[in-house]
């Protein structure tokens, strides 16, 4: 008969890992890149086509980087004021931004030549962006209360909205619809404007038409994809809307301790992302609205942005200092990006997609007859080393193979229970000086209190004891090890009392509760 090897167990592990799988991916972006600026970091961008280089707005400079090397790869620096809200085009080839002087300027990426210089507002721009439906429209916010929508071909502004009586500081174009206006302002109000009609469609304040949390300032809004629902951010208070039911407020979390300052989806707009002051970033579940993640930063967070690729995470702070996180990407997830700009009808009728093999190729395999016999060729498992050990009743050796530190416990606790199976326990423990007893008792020392392997540890430890108890006082490690092991399975049993006393003290008063009902 064959040698069987020994077969380990497995047991149930404990929930020992504090981190769920939402979490998990987040910890993903890790190793954060910081690159200093000269001035507060006030936007931050990524190109929505490949390869997704990045805007970063700080003191009077738009400058574009590389994702792949993070290097600064263009400086725009034609500015008479602080530079605002630098936005890149659907297409990757136009770069807006705004200023303190009110002025609004379109350049060209590569080249970065000025191509429009829109100057209509008297007051300094914190917003400017591209339309994704319309990209020959701009929309801009400015500090003179007012909204445009601009036609960047002729300079010229199509609709002027005046409705906001203070600082418009966030808006954007619906990515659902090229004439709907999203817009907040610091009269606590948000705004949804039609560029067809002309006018404010939908007021969004608080309940009952009081002011947005206490008259506090919309620091940011976005729309969701769908263009049914809209966000703001007034304060620490984040508030959903429902443009559907007539801007109703549906839910309103507050789960920051400062003003939120930027908010952001992920690629797919599942999760939501929210920044704020106080030096943190909490990921959001669109679905409940839970946080699932929260991400620190050593400053005050000012802008926030994601990768449309979902591999980079954009941070700017107040101090100048913008955080790059970044995540490496699966491998089916960087076919999948590969294929987005193909024809993939097309290329399905094409080529066959398998893997390099032809349909007919697998059909034109020749079956035996009925009644053929085949010898299947068996191939042996390798053995590992304490099995080798045991095939030739090595024990301690066995059991010294198993006690290393590379090995699972699950491992050395399996050839153990094998080996009390074998009676051969006491013949591997036998014979054992101070150097070969020690990662004995060091193993127990342990797991004495593991629930999975305690009572193992229990039997092995008498097992011990009877064994060397003749010889304890003549190795000082070994009498230490002793000692412990002793104090924590004096410890093990204090805990166990406790437990067993707050058992009968919850039994006695879930039973009263029951009594109580009945």
């Known amino acids: ?9 497995t047991h149930r592990r404990p929930p020992s890992s504090k981190h769920s799988a939402e979490s998990r991916y987040w910890r993903q972006f890790k190793h954060p890149v910081f690159v200093k600026e000269y001035a507060p970091i006030t936007s931050v961008h990524f190109s929505p086509s490949r390869p997704h280089r990045y805007a970063v707005t700080a003191a009077t400079r738009v400058q574009i980087y ?18 605002r809200s630098g936005c890149i085009r659907e297409d990757g080839k136009l770069v807006v931004a705004g200023d303190d002087s009110g002025l609004i300027q379109v350049f060209d990426i590569n080249s970065r030549a000025i191509l429009r210089t829109l100057d209509s507002h008297k007051q300094p721009v914190h917003v400017t962006k591209f339309s994704s439906l319309s990209p020959t429209h701009i929309l801009s916010c400015s500090d003179d209360t007012s909204v445009k929508f601009w036609d960047v071909p002729s300079q010229t502004a199509i609709t002027t909205f005046t409705d906001h009586t203070d600082y418009v500081r966030s808006g954007q174009v619906s990515t659902s619809s090229p004439h709907l206006i999203l817009t907040g302002s610091y009269d606590s109000t948000v705004r949804l404007f039609d560029t067809r009609s002309g006018r404010c469609e939908m007021l969004m304040t608080g309940g009952g038409g009081s002011a947005l949390s206490g008259n506090a300032p919309v620091e940011q809004v976005l729309m969701f994809p769908s263009g049914t ?17 007539g801007g109703r ?25 929210t920044a704020s002051l106080d030096q943190m970033v909490k990921v959001y579940d669109v679905s409940t609205y839970k946080v699932v993640h929260t991400m620190r930063y050593p400053a005050p967070v000012l802008c926030l942005a994601v990768s449309p690729d979902d591999t980079h995470i954009l941070g700017g702070m107040s101090d100048g200092t913008l955080s790059i996180r970044r995540r490496n990407p699966k491998a089916n997830e960087i076919v999948q990006q590969d294929q987005l700009p193909l024809d993939v009808p097309a290329i399905l009728s094409d080529i066959n997609v398998g893997h390099g093999t032809l349909p007919q190729k697998r059909q034109s395999k020749t079956l035996g007859d009925m009644g053929e016999l085949r010898l299947l060729t068996q191939t042996s498992k390798k053995l590992k080393e304490y099995d080798k050990f045991l095939k030739n009743f090595k024990y301690s050796a066995a059991l010294n ?35 070969l007893l020690e990662p004995i008792l060091r193993l127990l020392l342990k797991y004495v209190a593991d629930p999975r392997f305690g009572e193992l540890v229990a039997d092995i430890t008498c097992i011990v004891l009877d064994m060397y108890t003749p010889v304890i006082g003549q190795a000082p490690l ?41």
Request: charged share 25%; hydrophobic share 50%.
């Open 478 to 518: 070994i009498d230490a090890l002793f000692l412990r092991l002793r104090k924590k399975v004096a410890a093990e049993i204090r805990f166990q009392e406790e437990v067993i006393k707050a058992k009968g003290a919850l039994t006695m008063i879930l039973s009263s509760r029951i009594l109580e009902s009945s």
């Open 66 to 83: 590389a994702p792949r090397t993070q290097k600064l790869t263009k400086t725009i620096s034609r500015f008479k004021d602080v530079a």
């Open 229 to 245: 629902v809209a966000l703001s951010a007034a304060g620490p208070i984040l508030r959903v809307w429902d443009i559907v039911a």
């Open 1 to 9: 008969m064959d040698y069987q090897a020994v077969v380990v167990k």
């Open 249 to 273: 407020c549906t839910r309103a979390l507050s789960n920051h301790q400062k003003t939120v300052t930027a908010l952001a989806f992920n690629a797919s707009g599942n999760r939501l992302l």
């Open 401 to 435: 193979s198993v006690l290393k530190k590379n090995v699972p416990p699950t491992v050395t606790f399996s050839l153990i229970q094998e080996l009390i199976h074998r009676d051969g326990l006491r013949i591997a423990l036998a014979g054992r000086d101070d150097v």
